[in-house]
């Protein structure tokens, strides 16, 4: 992590930041228009064409000429490990890479040891965060210990900060209690995130059930294990008028059940992992386990259909479902590899190529669905540039290319699926907090003291 | 071709790598029925069978191929019980190459375990059957088997029966014998198909296929081995594709049965099946198919390594 210290702008001192030139992305409106933008002690002060701050000293300006300025994105799925499993990562070291890829809000998930379903856990992570790099949203879990038994605390998990909730790694399979679950969380108009998956489907499964599995000898998962439950979590969201939210979408027909439901009013929003919009089954010829994720990486029918969602707007986000694992746990063969690729760090790469370069989607488009978009599904303010606002405000370079290789990740854990990827766009630098949170090598040359 | 070569499933072997393994199989053949059972061809090369799930045969097998081409042999074996992670089999396959050997034979119960070790070495690797995945040298064998037998392959109808669900040799003759223009047909319960087998030909009862097939291939029913039994019994199984004394009159002339091994008496083939004598007891090639089997991984050893 040293790296990322002397990547960091000796900027204490430093109060306000200009950033000039840049295109600065409206996901919002959809527009994109060449102005600069203003940051003083923290605060976005002015956006407008041309802005001079001569003689101030105290000032860093930035020449952003031919990059994109986007607001800092928000990704809603993010496993962070602290509590308990600080060898896969920490608070500090997942937030550090979350800017490094530009995000500067993550939501992170209750699976930890001891799991979030109470207050104090809730509290320990806002607490732990505070003076990290980029804010922290706790989701808390929805039944003690995501056991799927009783459910949790919930009036007194949002007290304490829970921005949403979720038993994420697993479904609640009793259907009377998830019911339940859904009523209660509307008396406090907060999102339900939703794993689906039908345990009986999916046990022992290590990968999409399809020609690759059944050709390389992997015990397959079913598509019918995720959709079985959107299905019926679905029609429970209808009855109780829940505010739920389907995570990590992987197959053709998940888009179509939720895409008819939102037609019928169903107050219902889903997300997709850059990975499963990235690759297909074909990735398990080689036995490589930074494929093994859940839900598994599917057909290439399916991975079309949830770009078709994207472009009709059924999906509503990209979250990176980003989990660190230790070497050691994907190290070995396929059937005993842990389930998970990172994320943050790729985030924005992986879907710029995958979504503008090649599917021509606009770049607006793609950072409403990483930004603004992910940020009004958890309620938080986060996700435009305006003046008044705190800054998080990220910076691209949409010209740079790279091939993404394991020693460049300053995550804690380095299994990632898009090691050897080449991929488009660049994050330059990441405005978090109010402050230069990361800055790549290559913006020395564009900061003019 | 074959020189060096690592042989991890049958998709990487060519027409002409089998070919050759094929014509070196038979001179081998000939040397197994010599009163002094042993070549020179591999002396002072080591060989390490590196087994991570139990196997009599198919060890035995590689072991006497091995040292009637006076390679030295060393057997390792290690249950999964006691290998738990595939982290081990890398240590234990570091260690092992540490000691200089030419030649890893590697059997292990996940699919997929066999292509990783690649990664970890630098000598070539015979696949011994990984998992579900494959088993080549066992497609090979089957595959010399029918061609010796029929001196042909072409229009050649193949009936694999039983279960596909957990088999790796099902994997690798369907893929070998469909390159080789035979014609297969599959056999087996829905439950014991994988869905996307059913692309292919498919019976339900071994009925359906025993009078017009040229071979019928059993594969081996491991009721013990499912971790979730789906299958209801082995009356039903008995009843619907367990090759009986009936069905066996009914196979036309010419005509062959095959097996993996071991058989499970009484479940894919019945008792009378197996001790039937005189000449529809020479329609059981099993025995053939475990002869063949050392011939062929003496050419394979031999072609790589010489």
């Known amino acids: ?449 | 071709m074959l020189r060096k070569k690592s042989v991890i499933d049958t998709d990487s072997l060519s027409q002409e790598d089998i070919d050759l393994i094929f014509a070196n199989a038979d001179s081998f053949l000939e040397v197994s029925e010599r009163d002094v059972k042993k070549v020179p061809v591999l002396r002072g090369k080591t060989i390490v069978n590196l087994f991570f799930e139990p196997s009599t045969r198919t060890k035995t097998s590689f072991e006497i191929a091995a040292k009637r081409l006076s390679a030295d042999v060393i057997n390792f074996s290690s249950s999964t019980s006691s290998v738990k992670k595939g982290e081990s089999a890398i240590d234990t396959l570091k260690t092992i190459l540490s000691m200089k050997v030419d030649l890893i034979v590697m059997r292990h119960s996940d699919s997929g375990a066999v292509k990783m070790a690649q990664h970890f070495i630098n000598v070539p690797v015979i696949n011994a059957g990984d998992g579900k995945h494959q088993h080549p040298t066992q497609s090979l064998l089957d595959l010399y088997t029918i061609k010796k037998i029929f001196n042909k392959l072409e229009e050649l109808k193949v009936a694999i029966v039983g279960d596909f669900i957990d088999s790796r040799v099902a994997r690798s003759d369907i893929d070998l014998f469909e390159r080789m223009g035979i014609d297969v047909t599959v056999v087996s319960p829905t439950m014991l198909l994988p869905e996307d087998f059913s692309k292919m030909k498919v019976k339900h009862c071994i009925d359906d296929v025993i009078e017009e097939s040229d071979i019928i291939y059993m594969l081996r029913m491991q009721f013990e081995r499912q971790d979730r039994k789906f299958y209801p019994s082995i009356m039903e199984y008995n009843r619907f594709l367990s090759l009986n004394k009936d069905r066996l009159l009914k196979m036309k002339p010419g005509s062959i049965v095959m097996h993996p091994g071991p058989v499970n008496r009484g479940i894919e083939i019945t008792d009378e099946v197996m001790d039937i004598g005189g000449e529809p007891g020479e329609k059981i090639t099993i025995d053939r198919q475990v002869t063949y089997g050392v011939a062929i991984r003496m050419a394979l050893l031999y072609l790589i390594l010489s």
């Open chain 1, 1 to 449: 992590m040293g790296d990322i210290k002397d990547n960091n702008l000796k900027d204490d001192n430093v109060k306000n930041i200009l950033i000039k030139s840049g295109k600065v992305i409206d996901p919002v409106k959809g527009t994109e228009s060449v102005s600069d933008i203003y940051i003083k002690d923290g605060i976005i002060l002015e956006i407008r064409e041309k802005i001079d701050i001569s003689g101030n000293d105290n000032t860093i300006t930035i020449n952003a000429d031919g990059y994109a300025i986007s607001p800092g994105f928000v990704d809603m799925h993010v496993h962070l490990r602290e509590p308990g499993f600080e060898d896969e990562e920490t608070i500090e070291s997942g937030t550090l890479a979350a800017v490094k890829g530009g995000i500067t809000g993550v939501a992170c998930m209750p699976n930890t040891r001891p799991a979030i379903d109470n207050q104090s856990a809730v509290r320990y992570i806002l607490e732990k965060s505070k003076n990290m790099p980029c804010s922290v949203f706790p989701v808390a879990a929805m039944t003690a210990g995501l056991k799927g038994i009783s459910i949790t605390e919930m009036g007194l998990l949002v007290e304490a900060g829970a921005v949403a909730f979720s038993d994420d790694g697993n479904s609640v399979e009793d259907s009377k209690l998830m019911y339940e679950i859904m009523r209660y969380s509307r008396q406090f108009d907060i999102p339900l995130i939703l794993h689906e998956e039908d345990n009986f489907m999916s046990k022992g499964g290590l990968a999409h059930e399809g020609y690759y599995s059944t050709v390389l000898g992997l015990e397959g998962i079913s598509s019918l294990s995720d959709d079985l439950m959107i299905a019926r979590d679905i029609m429970l969201a209808a009855k109780s008028k829940a505010r739920i939210h389907i995570t990590h979408l992987s197959t053709k027909n998940s888009v179509k059940m939720i895409k008819r439901a939102k037609e019928e009013g169903v107050n219902i929003t889903c997300d997709v992992t850059p990975h499963h919009l990235f690759f297909n089954d074909s990735c398990l010829k080689t036995f490589n386990t930074s494929f093994k994720v859940k839900p598994p990486i599917r057909s290439e029918e399916d991975r079309q259909a949830l770009i078709e969602g994207i472009k009709e707007g059924v999906i509503d986000a990209i979250a990176s479902d980003h989990a660190p694992h230790l070497d050691t746990e994907k190290n070995t063969t396929f059937k005993l590899a842990s389930f998970g690729t990172t994320g943050l760090e790729t985030l924005f790469s992986a879907v710029f190529s995958k979504l503008c370069i090649k599917e021509k989607i606009s770049l607006p488009a793609l950072i409403k669905l990483i930004s603004p978009s992910p940020a009004a599904i958890l309620g938080i303010d986060a996700g435009r540039i305006e003046p008044g606002k705190v800054a998080c405000i990220t910076i691209i370079d949409t010209g740079a290319e790279e091939v993404i290789k394991k020693e460049s990740f300053i995550s804690k854990s380095k299994n990632s699926a898009f090691i050897g990827q080449k991929l488009k766009g660049k994050i330059v630098c990441t405005i978090s907090k109010g402050k230069i949170a990361y800055r790549d090598k290559c913006i020395k040359e564009r900061v003019i003291s």
